[in-house]
């Protein structure tokens, strides 16, 4: 990664590259001013950031690493992106930033909680706030202040509570500086929470740095092309549907709609008037630049100063905003000297790459790829109280389907072979267990069968009724053990949201996170 990193600033420094009317280079240096003033600005609302003072001295001149994500209580594994950025960034000499992607919707305002049930285990679904509209993060507040409020302690009640939660230190942060947004508080909390793991890094929202001057300047070079961009776009994402033999039309993303007039660029349309989020659809007039949802809703940039007027148009509470490979598009080319992926957008960045260098014309700088997987069923035993609900956090799946398998072989071979376990002072037991050995070795006469073997069953019944006492333990232990397989196989899930860990979960991302130049995925 390190020599990753190196290389692309080497490109970087040395392309003469233009981009639109400006190098390569005079973009980047605006574009790094405008991503460091505003994340600096922004992250100072809640936490120290002095870390960043040398950087805002010289933007053009620092190394950048960069990644990001929904503001959300996403998995572990997630989380674990923003400790490696870190510490890439402490190896390097870069400053870290972690771009909040406020342009996707909200979606579910809730996290699943495993939990045990008199049938087994379940997930729970416990609610961070009411379900509203799904708007995007930007747009989206906090709709019920008290259940937003009393999370940690649902969360808690429905996991059982078996040892403090990484909720409940979250939710005791001051973070209402960032204001009443949905999404900038669960992720001020989660910014906050890593200053004190000793992170040094800068957040800022996507809906901030879109509405730049170095974004206005990315907008209007796709725009004023858009033709072409749409052909570059299209022909690319057939390549890759092709490559990978993909038949959905849709997927990983839609093909760009021409309808004779409009060209369809990819990125969304909203207001505060109308905050539900929409494609973005452009056309070239004598009179400039026009913009259109395609259902009413019209804007015209006239060009004189573009970027004046499109800075202008999110003060008047009008959004422009890039849709995922357009977000990972711009962030590479403008101010990332290093991008760092999870396992989702790695995915989809080859498609990335073969846009950039269909339209803009040069070869895509590397990224790297970090992820890991932390499950709630590697939680030290050490971690848990006793509790009247207490989860077994130490039984993992594997283990607990192997002793049922033991079990089940023991209780059968308790009906049919019963003689194996019965006590040597049971005196009644061993005569039993003699009379069905003295039939076995009888040869029953023939036109007997029948008769015989029902003196087999009721010697083997007699033989049971000696073992009920054990048989009823077994029978208890392998029902309990089927109910902590169904809970272990739950706890077993990479997706738990990282607030349901204890706080030891830190130390394991920090030791995990500790910078080696081959992270893997």
């Known amino acids: 990664m390190l020599d990753a990193l190196r290389k692309n600033r080497e490109f970087f420094a040395d392309s003469s590259h233009q981009l639109g009317r400006s190098s390569l280079t005079a973009f980047r240096a605006a574009a790094k001013k405008d991503l460091l003033t505003a994340a600096a ?28 994500h929904q503001p959300t209580l996403f998995h572990a594994g997630v989380w674990f992106k923003n400790f490696y950025l870190d510490s890439l960034a402490a190896a390097s000499g870069s400053l870290a930033i972690n771009l909040i992607i406020d342009n996707d919707l909200v979606g579910l305002t809730k996290i699943l909680v495993p939990q045990r049930t008199s049938e087994g285990a379940q997930f729970e679904a416990v609610a961070f706030d009411v379900v509203g509209e799904n708007l995007p993060f930007e747009m989206r507040p906090i709709l019920d202040a008290e259940l937003f409020r009393s999370f940690p302690q649902r969360v808690a009640r429905a996991l059982g509570r078996p040892y403090e939660l990484i909720a409940n230190q979250l939710w005791s942060l001051d973070t209402e500086t960032v204001g009443n947004n949905l999404g900038l508080r669960l992720a001020a909390m989660r910014h906050k929470y890593e200053e004190q793991a000793g992170l040094r890094t800068l957040e800022l929202p996507l809906s901030t740095l879109s509405r730049t001057k170095s974004f206005a300047v990315f907008f209007r070079e796709i725009a004023r092309r858009a033709d072409e961009f749409r052909a570059v776009y299209n022909r690319a994402l057939f390549e890759y549907r092709k490559a990978y033999r993909i038949r959905s039309r849709s997927h990983p ?14 990125f969304w349309f909203w207001s505060q008037a109308a905050p539900q ?12 630049l026009e913009c259109t949802d395609r259902e009413g809703a019209v804007i015209l940039l006239s060009g004189q100063s573009f970027e004046d007027e499109f800075v202008a148009l999110g003060e008047a509470g009008i959004a422009i905003r890039p849709r995922a490979l357009t977000t990972t598009m711009f962030v590479r080319l403008a101010v990332a ?13 080859e498609l990335t790459g073969a846009i950039m260098n269909g339209f803009f014309g040069l070869e895509p700088p590397a990224f790297g790829v970090a992820t890991a997987t932390f499950r709630l069923s590697n939680i030290p035993e050490s971690n848990a109280q006793e509790t009247t609900n207490r989860i077994d956090l130490a039984a993992s799946p594997p ?15 308790l009906q049919y072979h019963s003689e194996r376990f019965i006590d040597s002072t049971d005196c009644i037991a061993q005569e039993l267990f003699d009379r069905k050995r003295m039939l076995l070795d009888e040869k029953p006469p023939a036109g007997s069968q029948r008769e015989f073997r029902q003196r ?5 019944l007699q033989l049971g009724e000696r073992l009920n006492q054990l048989r009823t333990s077994l029978l208890s232990r392998r029902d ?21 860990f204890p706080p030891e979960l830190i130390k394991s991302l920090r030791g995990l996170s500790r910078f080696r130049d081959d992270p893997g995925t």
């Open 41 to 68: 600005s922004y992250s100072a609302r809640y936490r120290d950031v002095s870390f960043s003072d040398r950087a805002l001295l010289a933007p053009a001149e620092a190394s950048l690493v960069i990644g990001g």
């Open 337 to 349: 000297d290093y991008f760092l992926h999870g396992i989702g957008g790695a995915k989809y960045d």
């Open 253 to 266: 993303v839609p093909e760009l709609e021409f309808d004779g007039v409009w060209t369809e660029l990819p």
């Open 480 to 500: 309990e053990a089927v109910r902590e397989l169904g809970l272990a196989r739950i706890l077993d899930t990479r997706e738990a949201s990282f607030a349901l």
């Open 456 to 460: 087999i069953r009721d010697v083997n």
């Open 277 to 288: 989020r929409k494609r973005l659809f452009v056309r070239a007039t004598n009179k400039g």
């Open 399 to 413: 283990a607990l389907a192997g002793e049922i398998r033991k079990l089940n072989e023991t209780i059968r071979n």
